[in-house]
């Protein structure tokens, strides 16, 4: 297998776009791929940072695309196939969180959190503020920005779940340390850009992320697709439905298998089956900071 240094990710492109601002973690994953903080660009949802990449072929974007705990982030899986989109690498992070609060937790009422960070702490939080009202805001780091603001207008008392570094910034206001339910919660991030015309797959990297879409409805179909891998002896590191997008009730399938010899030979067979596939992406796990 060929290693992810062994090829520049970001030639020809001159920025990436990421959930903002500064200190996220997908800032986190996208500084993982871009040394230069000056060619890294913040938005301020995901959908925004995917829209700059498909409107510019010199532009990429670092999403969450899968939480060890919570799953699929929807929108980034659905985006990919709505806009045209290849994966260009993954990243895989740890991600722990910190409670600030502004007075003791019984009298908190309101919470400033990303909703992400809600679901991957919703346990700790319904045995330690069960009746705190949750704020949703646009990042991780913008829950913790609004919180101070607020503490400093007088608003008392109030919470917010941040990152554990954020937190460190502030110690008088931390609470609670690792406070998401699950001690090895972690999130892939993967690198995306614009597809290219004619796009040719390497299937030496380590993963393929595929988009199968089933033109009909009858019994045995994801047998029959799965029975395809099996006979090359592929194995799957994901499968996932999705509702169509195109037919109510109708299901599309995301598959991501680990590259083999036959990889090419199994997508071929799957073709002359008739299966509607595309092609997400062949690309490498980046090593993650550790």
Not at 23 to 35: I, K, P
Not at 63 to 70: H, L, M, R, T, Y
């Amino acid at each position: 297998m060929s290693s992810p240094a062994s090829v520049n990710l970001l030639d020809p492109v001159t920025a990436v776009y990421t959930l903002g601002p500064e200190g996220t973690f997908s800032d986190e994953a996208a500084r993982l791929f871009q040394h230069q903080p000056d060619l890294i660009r913040y938005s301020s949802t995901f959908a925004e940072a995917l829209l700059e990449v498909r409107q510019d072929p010199l532009q990429a974007a670092v999403v969450p695309i899968e939480n060890s705990v919570a799953g699929t982030v929807a929108q980034v899986q659905d985006a990919l196939v709505s806009m045209d989109l290849e994966i260009l690498a993954e990243v895989s992070l740890p991600i722990t969180y910190s409670l600030l609060a502004s007075a003791d937790p019984e009298k908190i009422q309101d919470c400033y959190t990303h909703s992400q960070a809600f679901e991957q702490t919703s346990r700790w939080i319904a045995q330690n503020i069960p009746k705190v009202r949750p704020q949703f805001t646009r990042s991780n780091i913008d829950s913790g920005l609004q919180f101070l603001e607020k503490v400093e207008l007088g608003q008392n008392p109030l919470a917010a779940i941040v990152p554990v570094s954020f937190a460190l910034k502030h110690p008088q206001y931390l609470f609670a340390e690792n406070i998401q339910d699950y001690k090895n919660n972690t999130t892939r991030f993967l690198l995306v850009k614009n597809r290219g015309e004619n796009q040719q797959y390497d299937f030496n990297r380590k993963k393929t992320a595929l988009f199968v879409e089933f033109q009909e409805d009858r019994p045995g179909l994801l047998y029959r697709m799965l029975s395809v891998f099996n006979l090359f002896g592929i194995n799957l590191c994901r499968l996932e439905s999705r509702p169509s997008k195109s037919t109510p009730w109708m299901y599309d399938f995301y598959v991501d298998f680990y590259n083999i010899q036959e990889s090419e030979a199994c997508l071929d067979v799957l073709r002359t089956s008739k299966f509607n596939y595309k092609i997400l992406g062949s690309y490498d796990v980046h090593p993650s900071a550790s």
